[in-house]
């Protein structure tokens, strides 16, 4: 079956570093893969996407590319903000289905 | 846009006791779903629906019942509620093939 592997937080950065949050993922075919992001109190909300792969997806400053060879969609952003504390997960799901299977999250919280 | 409506936000209930989530969206989305939200253990899929009168079971349905007679609503039923169920628990949504969900702020149940 498919599955997601996110490294584990939680993380804590300083203002203006650079980001790195790892997202492995096992599946057949060739799903399609997202971001998410969870706001303190909130629900989840789509950061980005990409639908095959080298295909880069990217918002707010942050990218992720679509690695078939290494079965990866790693979460980068140059240089991080105080509001970008929150959850991150990464998922993934079989095109045309709908259904998204998740990692575990990743708490992320920014330090001024 | 009202996009995904969850109520109640916050429940108490006593083992075995018998509730109903409601979910209803505003966008004439096809498919419609349910996620439980548990530390360390990311999103599962409870249960699903691809359109009014389909529905279908996700990762973990056991202890959970759904109905989808209008596009616009999906209720999630505890039929006697145990200490297990105590979870977040999130509504999703999706136009049909669109990969991209738009989640409810969500719903905080506690079993006692």
């Known amino acids: 079956g498919n599955s997601v592997t996110q490294m584990e937080g939680p993380v804590t950065l300083s203002e203006e570093a650079f980001l790195t949050i790892n997202c492995t993922y096992t599946?057949?075919?060739?799903?399609?893969l997202f971001w998410y992001v969870q706001y303190p109190g909130e629900g989840l909300q789509l950061l980005l996407k990409?639908?095959?792969?080298?295909d880069k997806g990217s918002n707010k400053g942050f990218e992720a590319t679509y690695r078939k060879e290494t079965t990866s969609f790693h979460l980068e952003k140059g240089s991080v903000q105080v509001s970008d504390s929150a959850v991150y997960f990464c998922?993934?799901?079989?095109?045309?289905?709908?259904?998204?299977?998740f990692g575990t999250g990743t708490r992320l919280t920014i330090i001024p | 846009n009202a996009g995904v409506t969850q109520t109640p936000k916050f429940q108490v209930l006593k083992t075995g006791q018998s509730m109903t989530l409601q979910c209803a969206q505003d966008?004439?989305?096809?498919?419609m779903s349910w996620y439980r939200q548990d530390p360390g253990m990311g999103l599962r899929l409870i249960h699903y629906?691809?359109?009014?009168?389909?529905?279908d079971q996700g990762e973990v349905p056991n202890g959970y019942n759904v109905s989808r007679s209008t596009t616009e609503d999906f209720p999630l039923r505890l039929l006697s509620a145990a200490p297990s169920q105590t979870s977040v628990y999130f509504c999703?949504?999706?136009?049909?093939?669109?990969?991209?969900?738009?989640f409810g702020a969500g719903s905080r149940l506690t079993v006692l």
């Open positions: 999703a949504s999706s136009p049909p093939g669109a990969n991209v969900l738009t």
């Open positions: 990409a639908t095959k792969a080298d």
């Open positions: 599946a057949t075919g060739y799903p399609s």
């Open positions: 629906s691809v359109g009014a009168g389909i529905t």
């Open positions: 998922a993934l799901s079989d095109v045309p289905n709908e259904k998204l299977t």
């Open positions: 966008m004439n989305h096809e498919y």
